[in-house]
């Protein structure tokens, strides 16, 4: 399975109410239409929080994603919503250090249950890493490493691996994940935890950059989830 992620931050003096309103009707349910058009099976708008909540990243308004079978509907859905994103209306909404959109490679590792909060993570290679040998080892040690770190990892509920299918693109995050818990105080008590600064921490370092740059890396923080499509569920009905 493979997702476009599409991070939105709206320009500034603009308010929160004002940018997500306009970010849904004048860009989400459209760009949701045309992906549909495109094969898309899944289209899930990621919503704030109404105020922004202490330990948790507030950098971004809203995270959208669109889900595709295979790649060739995912690299043509991605066309036309580069086609959307290139109008006056999305450039006058939206902060110019908003990163482009890319296609990851959806690859589950845990799922244990619903969801109270999800964070979306995006990174790069740490420095002085080959990206392809960054990703790597991520996909086929990280998550091993993360597991022996058990009470840590017992406060998790979801740990998705996003990698980007052309992680050399100057547009893609190779390092993307999802990660869920059953709370905000779960979540917090995850990445407060000794385990996460003794065992986790230190093996991210291996291939992950630490920066805290757009450029670098990206965090955005959800409880709410707005699904317009999916055809996953009436599939999973119908047969």
Known sequence: MLRITSFFKRREPLSRASAMESWLSGFFYPATDAMKAAGACRAIANLPFDAPVEGLPDDFDAVAEFWFDDLHQAQNGIDKLREVQDGKAWRELTDPT??????????????????????????????????????????????????????????????????????????????????????????????????????????????????????????????????????????????
């Open 98 to 239: 908003c990163p482009a959109p890319w296609i990851g490679e959806l690859r589950p590792v845990l799922d244990a249950g619903p969801l109270g909060i999800k964070v979306i993570r995006a990174g790069r290679p740490a420095k002085g890493v080959d990206t392809r040998e960054a990703l790597a080892y991520w996909r086929d040690r990280h998550a091993d490493v993360a597991q022996t770190a058990t009470q840590f990892w017992a406060l998790l509920r979801r740990y998705t691996q996003v990698p980007a299918v052309d992680p050399e693109s100057a547009e893609a995050y190779p390092l993307q994940a999802d990660v869920g818990a059953a709370s905000i105080e779960d979540m917090k008590a995850a990445f407060a935890h000794p385990e996460y600064f003794s065992i986790v921490q230190p093996d991210e370092r291996k291939f992950s950059l630490a920066g805290k740059l757009v450029a670098e890396r990206l965090h955005f923080a959800s409880q709410r989830e707005l699904i317009a499509l999916d055809r996953l569920k009436t599939s999973e009905a119908t047969s």
